[in-house]
């Protein structure tokens, strides 16, 4: 019987998971999104070509591979068609890899609408959502109002749709939202039948079954551990769980059949939307660290907050994960740094802390110390690797007591060095 490997981030999203899925990918006979929806954007570099993922999972350019959207997913039809169209120039046949939870939540034109009505409400509280309706949608979720990818084949659809819609129009009217959305409408069900085209199925059991039958799962998370709705940065955090305990949950996976858990973190921080962030940069080394890192989401375009490495938070996210492997991404941007700071412990109410804090305010400081930077010009090897960033690496491990298994030094699949067992 084999096992099931979970990967996720360990920061506030963007760390680089698409790249790190892509690059583990063939090591596994299926690759499955657990939670989060199209707020997500997995970027994926090969041959000299980018690609950017919202809700399908990042084993789908491989064609062996089958790719597993779970029950605990939110889907955007409209969006889906989007990225199943953008797939047309690569060559792979999503219809025959790509199986769908009937399970998962829909996400109707509605959401969308709520999401910026609420934001707006929430003035200048304002999560700095996406607007991609997953908010919503997952409160429609838990408050068992929902529509399921499963019930789009069934008669009463259409009337389930309506109900649902008219509860939201009403809540759109006292948010004074413009309720117009006829073409969005449309839209969403010219992009079901594209849906339907799909395997929907309950794919706890071809999981479950392909588990029994010695086939190897990878997990695949989105977003980060520091947005999970339990443990994150309350309130200003999605809107699932991004934590290991996500997969079991948004998969249909026991605990016990989980073995390796990859955390990917950046060798610094970003944070796209409002919360806290201990960290951060915002004066001119953070917008260097903007410009080096390309840091614009993948999914909103919006510019991510930028700040060194914290530490105090990286090891809550290992902590919560069990994390097994970390993969740390992103360590050419701080090339050529004269100097690389991290942050070993928090300083609150003149007190020192290595804990995450339930609410990180401007009043707190994060302390930090600096060493000494690196170059990563040329090629290298884990063992030749220069000798400030090994530095880095140790003080990781030691700080977590996890191994720093594999670290990426650019976009591309080949950028990537493995650490010797
Ligand atoms: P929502 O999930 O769209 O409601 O957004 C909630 C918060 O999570 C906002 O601060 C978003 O910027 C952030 N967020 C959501 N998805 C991602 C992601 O994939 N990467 C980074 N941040 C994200």
């Known amino acids: 019987m084999s096992k099931v490997d979970v990967l996720l981030g360990l920061q506030w999203g963007d760390e680089g998971k698409g790249k790190a899925v892509d690059f583990l990918a063939p090591n596994y006979d299926i690759v499955a999104r657990f939670q989060g929806g199209p707020n997500a954007g997995h970027t994926l570099e090969f041959k000299g070509k980018k690609h950017v993922l919202h809700q399908i999972p990042s084993g789908i350019f491989h064609p062996n591979i089958t790719n597993i959207i779970g029950n605990g997913v939110v889907i955007d039809p409209i969006i889906f068609r989007k990225e199943i169209n953008a797939l047309q120039p690569f060559d792979i046949n999503p219809i025959q890899t790509l199986v769908l939870s009937n399970k998962a939540q829909l996400i109707i034109p ?10 707006q409400e929430k003035g200048t509280n304002k999560i700095g959502s996406t607007l991609r309706g997953i908010g919503p949608a997952y409160q429609d979720k838990v408050g068992r109002y929902g529509l399921r990818v499963g019930d789009i084949t069934e008669a009463d659809f259409k009337a389930k749709y309506n109900k649902l819609t008219s509860q939201h129009v009403a809540m759109l009217q006292r948010l004074g939202v413009a309720v117009d959305f006829t073409a969005q409408e449309s839209e969403f069900f010219e992009s079901l039948e594209i849906l339907k085209r799909f395997k929907i199925q309950s794919t706890e059991y071809l999981i479950n079954n392909a588990i029994l039958n010695g086939k190897s799962i990878l997990a695949e998370g989105a977003q980060g551990t520091l947005l999970d709705v339990e443990f994150g940065s309350y309130p200003y955090v999605t809107s699932s769980n991004t934590t290991a ?17 990859f955390g990917i973190f950046k060798a610094y921080c970003t944070r796209v939307g409002s919360g806290p962030f201990p960290t951060e940069l915002e004066d001119e080394q953070g917008n260097e660290l903007r410009r080096l890192g390309n840091e614009s989401g ?10 060194w490495l914290d530490l105090p938070a990286l090891n809550y996210a290992c902590m919560l994960n069990g994390v097994t492997q970390l993969f740390m991404t992103k360590a050419d941007v701080l090339s050529d740094m004269q100097r690389v700071k991290v942050c070993y412990d928090y300083e609150i109410n003149g007190k020192t802390t290595k804990e995450f804090p339930f609410q990180y305010s401007r009043m707190h400081t994060a302390k930090c110390r600096s ?22 690496i140790s003080e990781i491990e030691h700080y977590t007591r996890v191994p720093v298994q594999m670290i990426s030094t650019g976009p591309d699949r080949e950028d990537t060095i493995i650490k010797p067992n």
Request: with cysteine.
């Open 298 to 307: 993948a999914t909103t375009g919006r510019p991510r907050r930028c700040g």
């Open 245 to 261: 305990a996500g997969a079991c949950t948004g998969l249909g996976i026991a605990p016990n059949k989980i073995k390796n858990i």
């Open 371 to 392: 060493i000494g930077g690196w170059s990563l010009a040329g090629k290298f090897t884990f063992d030749s690797l220069p000798e400030n960033l090994l530095r880095f």
């Open 110 to 119: 509605t959401h969308s609408l709520l999401d910026k009505g609420l934001e």
